[in-house]
Nanobody, 124 residues
Framework: QAQLVESGGGLVQAGGSLRLSCAASGRTSSSYAVGWFRQAPGNEREFVAAITWSVGYIYYADSAKGRFTISRANAENTVYLQMNSLKPEDTAVYYC?????????????????WGQGTQVTVSS
């Protein structure tokens, strides 16, 4: 069983930056993709970005494109989400998740493993 642990969340002013980390342990496979999702209170969980573990194909939600960067460090089984130009509407709990790489990467229901989440709060 793969386990995912997010870190790096916190409180930041609008326009600031944060880097989130997702560390994987247990069973790992190069066939997996890792995605970042977020969920604000009262809202459904929303796709942010994803990267395939081996090839490195990257997909961004429109809300993240141009501001967020997803990357991976294969040797330490870690995926990062660099978030710049943060806005108050980015406030949410951010989760990383893993799935088998084949198929769409933006659907919450297709991910098998989830981290515990890390809170990101962007103040005005």
């Amino acid at each position: 069983q793969a386990q995912l642990v997010e870190s790096g969340g916190g409180l930041v002013q609008a326009g600031g930056s944060l880097r989130l980390s997702c560390a994987a342990s247990g069973r790992t496979s190069s066939s997996y993709a890792v995605g970042w999702f977020r969920q604000a209170p009262g809202n459904e969980r929303e796709f942010v970005a994803a990267i395939t573990w081996s090839v490195g194909y990257i997909y961004y939600a429109d809300s993240a494109k141009g501001r967020f960067t997803i990357s991976r460090a294969n040797a330490e089984n870690t995926v990062y989400l660099q978030m710049n130009s943060l806005k108050p509407e980015d406030t949410a709990v951010y989760y990383c998740a893993a799935k088998r790489a084949p198929g769409p990467l933006k659907n919450v229901s297709t991910y098998d493993y989830w981290g515990q989440g890390t809170q990101v709060t962007v103040s005005s």
